[in-house]
Nanobody
Framework: QVQLVESGGGLVQAGDSLRLSCAAS????????MGWFRQAPGKEREFVAA???????LYADSVKGRFTISRDNAKNTWYLQMNSLKPEDTAVYYC?????????????????WGKGTLVTVSS
């Protein structure tokens, strides 16, 4: 049974930092692209960041220079380091993965999902 579990969300002030983690089980994900998405109330789920199996990364324009995605294949775990957080970053953050390597990712293209962790940034 494949399971993805996010952790690390919470309530912070603008300018603060958080580190999200996603722990996966049920199979080895070293050959997968791993990613993060987020969804704010009343809005569509949007792409945040992805890391390919070779270590190359991709970021949404809104988070470039502030967020960093990384992975630890030995632990089947990937991370999202979020710095200089803004109120507009407030959302439920979801980890996800897919075997496909692309230059863009959409929610419909991901194979496995976590349940989400809430990040709230106050002004």
């Amino acid at each position: 049974q494949v399971q993805l579990v996010e952790s690390g969300g919470g309530l912070v002030q603008a300018g603060d930092s958080l580190r999200l983690s996603c722990a996966a089980s049920g199979r080895t994900f070293s050959g997968y692209t791993m990613g993060w998405f987020r969804q704010a109330p009343g809005k569509e789920r949007e792409f945040v960041a992805a890391i390919w199996r070779d270590g190359n990364t991709l970021y949404a324009d809104s988070v470039k220079g502030r967020f960093t995605i990384s992975r630890d294949n030995a632990k089947n775990t990937w991370y999202l380091q979020m710095n200089s957080l803004k109120p507009e970053d407030t959302a439920v953050y979801y980890c996800a993965c897919t075997v496909v390597t692309r230059t863009y990712y959409t929610a419909g293209g991901m194979d496995y999902w976590g349940k989400g962790t809430l990040v709230t940034v106050s002004s």
